[in-house]
C-alpha cells in the first residue's frame, strides 16, 4: 500500500441495512488514487472480496482485469469531469451483469451498484424466444393439387402452377402421371419423391408430411390427406405444397445462434423421459454432458440428469402450462454428469403441426443455482408475510415479489423483476391518488396508506406503503370480498328499508321480546290512525288499540316462541290480514318477531262478488233453458258444458269435456260447423242451424275475450228449436192456406162486383133521364162504392201476396229506388211544390220491388198531408250496426200519440175519403214488407210537427253473418 487512504465520506448507509438493501445494492468508495475506502456486505458479496483485506489497495491492482475494460475510462472520467456517469457491463471476471452508478467528489469516487445478470438472461431469454418464433413462421399461401381415384387432377390453383412452373401443355392433360413426370425432373432425389407418391396412392387412407429439396435450392413442405366424405367414401387425394426455403435458411441460422445463448436450448418430444431431438452446446456447461449424446439417445435427459425427486412434479407442471397456455415456465433441479445438484428455470413452448397435433416442445434451460439461494434466505426472512409484498428501488424498479403479490398482480416475478411500475401499470400512474402516495411516501421518508378500486385488475386494494432510502417496501391485500360485502349490506339495508317504508296497503312491524315496536313501516295510519314514529318504541299494549292489541299481542308472543302465524281480523269495518313470524340470528336464536298486516276488504270482497258471479254463471250454464253452452279451446276441445238440452238428450257434460268436436261428432257434421269454430277463435260470430239427436238446433259461435280484448276460446250457444221449426212448418202451411183462401174469396167477390158495376152504368146510361136527382145521386153513390170495395180487395190480395210472391232478397241500391219513386210521382211534386231532399243512401239487402212500394207509399203520405202550407220532406239513413235506419220526415199535419198504433193496421183511416183518398191498406202494407226483410217500422209525430216514419233494413253483405 502507499500510506493510508484519502478522506472519503463513505454512502450514506444503515449501519444495520435493511435486507432488502444488502440483497439489492452494492457500494464501495474509491480516494482520488483509486483505492478502496469502504465496501458494504453486499459489495464484498458482489465483488467477491474482504473489506479488510482490499480498503488501501488500488481497484486496479485487486482487479487487474478491470484495466482492459470500459470501467477504468469510466472512473477516470467522472474523476476528471466531476460528473457522474451510470452504466450497464458484464463483467467476465466474476461472471457477472453489473447496473453501475459512479458519483466524483473531490475527494474520489462513490460507486453504487447491482448484481442485474438475471435480467439480463432473461432479456436474451426472450430474444431468443422472438428468433425462435420467426424461424417456425409459415406463409398461408399454399399450393394445391387435387386429384380423383383414377388420378385425374380433378383442381389445382395458382400457387402450386407458381411453385413447380408447370407449363399449361402438361396441366392440359389433366394427368397426375404426365405432372409427376415433369415434377420428377427438378426434385433433388426423384426415386424417394416417387416412392412416396405411390406409396399413398396404393394406401388411399394414409396421410404424409415431409419436406422436399429441389434441384434450384428451394425446400417445399409436403403435405397429403385423402378427400373422404362423410359416409366414408374415398373420393381422391389432396396435395398441398408450401415454400419453406426461408424458414430453412433461418433455422439453419437459429442453430449457430442457439450454441451461442447462455443456457441449454434444446427441441424434444413430449414424454416423460424428455427424449432430445436437438440440444445446444450449452447443454455441456450447463449438465457437463455432450450435446450428442442425448441427441442419440445415449443419455435421457429424464432418467439420467433431472433430479428423481422433481421428475413427476415437473411433469404434471408441464402438462398444465400446456393445457392453459401452450407454454410452460418450470424451475427443478438437475444431477450433472460429475453428481452436483444444481437449479434450473425452464422455458418451453409447445409446438404444433397444422392439423393441430403437437409435435415437439421447444425451449431454454438456465441454471438459476445462485438465484434460488438468494430467494430462499429472502423466502426465510418473509416467511412470515402473508400478505402481497413487492420492493421497489428509488426509480420504482420492482426488486421483489412473492407469490401472493404476483397472483393479485396477474404477473409473474419473472416478468416483473427489472421492470418500472408506471410502465407495467401505466393506469396506475394516471390515478392521482396512487402516484402521490408512492411519491410522497419516497419525498418524505413517511409510512403512506390507500384503500381504492383498481379497475385494470378488478379488485379492491388495501395498501401499505414503507419507504427506505433505497426504495419502498409495499404490502397489499385484496379487499374486494369485503367491499362488496359492505355494499352487499348497505344495498340490503337500502331495499329493506324502502320495503318497510313502502308497505303496500297495509304496515310492517318488527318487535322485540318485550313486545315492543321497534320498526315500524308501510300505512299504519291507515289502521289505527297514527304514524310509525309515533308508534316506533312503544309497547304493543299502548301503541294500539286494546281491541287490536289484544288480538295481536299473544300472535307476537307466539313468534317470540318460535311459531309462525296467519291470522285475519275484522277492524273497524274492514278486513285485515296478518303474518307473524320469528327472526332469528345466524346461530338460529330468535330475537325479534315481525310482522305484516295488509287490508284485503276489497280483495275479500271481489272474491265473495267473484264466487257469486262463478255460481250464478254456473247456474246458468247448467240450467241454460231449452239449449246448451260450451267453451272450446284451439284444438276444439270442449273446456265447459252445460244446459237443459244435454239432460234431454242423455248426454253428461264430464263425457264431452276434453274432448275435440273431431272425436264427438260425425265427419258430415265435422266439415258443416268446423268453419264456423274456428271463425270464432278469429273473431268473426256466426250462426247456423244444424240436425243432431234427431232435434233442430240452433247454434251461435263467437270468440270470448280476456280483460286484454285477447281471444282465448270460443263459445258455442245452441237452441232446440225443434219445436219452434214444426209450429213454423205448419204455419207457413196454414199461411199457404189461408193465401189461396184469400185469393179465392177476393177473386170470387171481383165477380159478382163487375156484375154490380156494371148494371149500375147501364142504369145510369140507360134510365138517366127517367131519375130525379135523388135517384141519380143514390146511382153515383152506389157505383163509387163499387170501386172502393174493388180497391179494397185488390189491396187485401195484395197484403196477403207480400211473404209469399215476393222476389229473393239481393243487394239493392236505395238511391237508384228512391230516384225511380221520384221520377214516379214527378206530377204530384210539381203540382203540390213540394220540397224533398234526399241524402246519400247505402246498398240493403231486398226486394226490389217491395222497397220501391215502401217509399212510393210513404212520399205519397207525406205529399198528401203536408197541410196548408208546400210539402217539405226529408229522406235521411243511418247506420246502426249491421243494420241501416232509413227514415221519410215531412212537416205536415202529424199524428195524434193514440193514433200512430193503430195506422199501422188494415184498413185504418184517420181522415173521411172527403178529406184525404185512400183504403187504409198503404202503411199496413209497408210493415209487411219491412217485417219480411226483417226489420222494424215506426212513427215519432207530435201534431202540427210533421211526422217521421222509420224503418230498418238488413246491410248488403251482413246477412250471412248475423
Request: charged share 35%; hydrophobic share 35%; proline share 4%.
Amino acid at each position: 500500500m502507499s500510506g493510508p487512504p484519502s478522506s472519503v465520506e463513505p454512502p450514506d448507509v444503515d449501519p444495520e441495512p435493511r435486507v432488502f438493501d444488502r440483497i439489492t445494492d452494492a457500494v464501495f468508495a474509491l480516494d482520488n488514487a483509486f483505492q478502496f475506502t469502504y465496501l458494504n456486505a453486499r459489495a464484498e458479496d458482489l465483488l467477491e472480496a474482504d473489506a479488510e483485506e482490499v480498503v488501501g489497495e488500488r481497484i486496479w491492482d485487486v482487479y487487474p482485469d478491470a484495466e482492459e475494460t470500459a470501467i477504468y475510462d469510466i472512473f477516470h472520467d467522472a474523476l476528471e469531469t466531476q460528473q457522474s456517469a451510470e452504466s450497464e457491463l458484464y463483467y467476465e471476471p466474476l461472471d457477472i451483469w453489473v447496473s453501475m452508478r459512479v458519483y466524483p467528489s473531490e475527494s474520489g469516487l462513490s460507486i453504487y451498484f447491482r448484481d442485474i445478470t438475471e435480467q439480463q438472461e432473461h432479456q436474451r431469454e426472450l430474444d431468443f424466444r422472438t428468433a425462435l418464433l420467426e424461424a417456425k413462421a409459415e406463409t398461408t399461401l399454399d399450393g394445391q393439387l387435387v386429384v380423383d381415384q383414377d388420378r385425374t387432377v380433378v383442381q389445382y390453383n395458382e400457387r402450386f402452377v407458381d411453385i413447380w412452373d408447370i407449363p399449361e401443355a402438361v396441366l392440359a392433360t389433366r394427368s397426375d402421371e404426365c405432372i409427376l413426370e415433369y415434377i420428377l425432373d427438378v426434385v433433388a432425389d426423384p426415386d424417394e419423391f416417387r416412392s412416396t407418391v405411390e406409396y399413398l396412392y396404393d394406401n388411399p387412407e394414409a396421410e404424409s408430411r415431409d419436406e422436399i429439396h429441389l434441384t434450384d435450392g428451394r425446400w417445399l413442405d409436403r403435405y397429403s390427406a385423402p378427400v373422404i366424405g362423410e359416409n366414408g367414401t374415398h373420393y381422391g387425394r389432396l396435395w398441398v405444397y408450401r415454400d419453406i426455403t426461408e424458414r430453412k435458411q433461418r433455422e439453419r441460422r437459429l442453430a449457430t445462434l442457439m450454441n451461442n445463448v447462455p443456457g441449454m436450448v434444446y427441441r424434444c418430444r413430449n414424454e416423460p423421459d424428455w427424449p432430445m431431438e436437438f440440444v445446444s452446446n450449452g447443454c455441456r456447461e450447463l449438465t457437463g454432458y455432450d450435446p450428442a449424446a442425448l441427441e442419440r439417445g445415449e443419455r435421457s435427459y429424464g432418467e439420467d440428469i433431472i433430479f428423481e425427486a422433481d421428475r413427476e412434479q415437473l411433469w404434471e407442471d408441464v402438462q398444465e402450462g400446456l393445457e392453459d397456455e401452450e407454454e410452460f415456465l418450470v424451475t427443478y433441479r438437475i444431477k450433472t454428469a460429475d453428481e452436483n445438484v444444481r437449479w434450473v428455470r425452464e422455458r418451453g413452448r409447445a409446438m404444433y403441426d397444422e392439423a393441430g397435433n403437437l409435435e415437439v416442445l421447444e425451449g431454454v434451460i438456465i441454471d438459476v443455482t445462485e438465484r434460488k439461494r438468494l430467494e430462499t434466505e429472502l423466502d426465510e426472512i418473509l416467511g412470515r408475510v402473508t400478505d402481497a409484498f413487492y420492493a421497489l428501488d428509488e426509480e420504482f424498479r420492482f426488486t421483489h415479489v412473492n407469490e401472493r403479490a404476483e397472483e393479485l398482480l396477474q404477473t409473474s416475478e419473472d416478468e416483473l423483476l427489472g421492470e418500472k411500475l408506471w410502465e407495467l401499470y401505466p393506469e396506475a400512474g394516471e390515478i392521482d391518488d396512487i402516484r402521490d402516495s408512492f411519491q410522497t411516501a419516497m419525498r418524505r421518508q413517511e409510512p403512506q396508506s390507500l384503500e381504492r378500486y383498481y379497475e385494470p385488475l378488478d379488485f379492491w386494494v388495501e395498501a401499505s406503503l414503507y419507504p427506505s432510502e433505497t426504495g419502498v417496501s409495499v404490502y397489499f391485500r385484496d379487499v374486494t370480498e369485503r367491499k362488496e360485502r359492505e355494499q352487499e349490506l348497505r344495498e340490503s339495508e337500502r331495499r329493506y328499508r324502502t320495503l318497510v317504508e313502502n308497505f303496500p296497503n297495509g304496515a310492517v312491524a318488527l318487535v322485540d321480546d318485550d313486545l315492543r315496536y321497534q320498526t315500524v313501516g308501510g300505512n299504519p295510519i291507515d289502521i289505527v290512525g297514527l304514524t310509525s314514529d309515533v308508534i316506533e318504541n312503544r309497547p304493543i299494549r299502548d301503541a294500539i288499540p286494546t281491541a287490536l292489541a289484544d288480538e295481536v299481542a299473544p300472535r307476537y308472543r307466539a313468534a317470540l316462541d318460535g311459531d309462525a302465524s296467519t291470522f285475519e281480523i275484522r277492524f273497524e269495518g274492514r278486513t285485515y290480514r296478518f303474518h307473524t313470524v320469528p327472526v332469528r340470528d345466524d346461530d338460529g336464536d330468535v330475537f325479534a318477531a315481525l310482522g305484516m298486516s295488509q287490508d284485503i276488504t276489497e280483495r275479500t270482497e271481489a272474491k265473495r262478488r267473484l264466487e257469486q258471479s262463478e255460481r250464478r254463471y254456473r247456474t246458468l250454464v247448467e240450467n241454460f233453458p231449452h239449449g246448451a253452452v260450451g267453451l272450446f279451446d284451439e284444438n276444439l276441445e270442449y273446456t265447459a258444458l252445460g244446459g237443459q238440452l244435454l239432460d234431454d238428450i242423455d248426454i253428461a257434460p264430464d263425457d264431452r269435456i276434453g274432448r275435440s268436436v273431431y272425436e264427438i261428432y260425425p265427419d258430415d257434421l265435422v266439415a258443416e260447423i268446423e268453419p264456423n269454430f274456428q271463425a270464432a277463435l278469429e273473431g268473426e260470430r256466426n250462426s247456423f242451424e244444424t240436425e243432431l239427436h234427431d232435434r233442430h238446433l240452433y247454434a251461435h259461435t263467437l270468440p270470448v275475450r280476456n280483460a286484454d280484448d285477447e281471444i282465448f276460446a270460443g263459445m258455442l250457444l245452441v237452441q232446440d228449436v225443434t219445436d219452434l221449426r214444426e209450429y213454423q212448418r205448419r204455419l207457413e202451411e196454414s199461411n199457404e192456406r189461408l193465401e189461396r183462401f184469400a185469393y179465392t174469396v177476393s177473386h170470387d167477390l171481383q165477380e159478382p162486383l163487375r156484375m154490380v158495376t156494371s148494371y149500375l152504368t147501364l142504369l145510369e146510361k140507360r134510365y138517366a133521364d127517367e131519375f130525379d136527382d135523388d135517384g141519380r145521386e143514390f146511382i153515383e153513390f152506389a157505383v163509387d162504392a163499387a170501386e172502393r170495395m174493388k180497391e179494397m180487395i185488390d189491396g187485401l190480395l195484395e197484403y196477403s201476396r207480400v211473404a209469399t210472391r215476393g222476389s229473393p232478397l239481393e243487394p239493392v241500391d236505395l238511391e237508384q229506388v228512391v230516384d225511380e219513386v221520384l221520377e214516379d210521382l214527378q206530377f204530384r211534386i210539381d203540382d203540390s211544390n213540394a220540397t224533398i231532399t234526399v241524402e246519400s243512401l247505402p246498398r240493403v239487402e231486398g226486394d226490389r220491388s217491395q222497397l220501391r212500394q215502401i217509399f212510393q207509399n210513404l212520399l205519397d203520405n207525406a205529399i198528401e198531408y203536408s197541410g196548408d202550407e208546400p210539402p217539405r220532406i226529408h229522406v235521411t239513413a243511418d247506420r246502426d250496426g249491421e243494420h241501416w235506419q232509413l227514415s221519410v220526415r215531412d212537416e205536415g199535419v202529424g199524428i195524434e200519440p193514440e193514433n200512430q198504433d193503430r195506422i199501422f193496421e188494415i184498413f185504418q183511416r184517420l181522415h173521411t175519403r172527403d178529406e184525404h183518398p185512400g183504403t187504409g191498406i198503404g202503411l199496413a202494407l209497408c210493415e209487411q214488407i219491412v217485417e219480411r226483410h226483417g226489420g222494424e217500422m215506426w212513427v215519432e209525430s207530435e201534431p202540427g210537427d210533421g211526422a217521421t216514419f222509420a224503418f230498418t233494413l238488413q246491410a248488403a253483405g251482413d246477412r250471412d253473418r248475423s
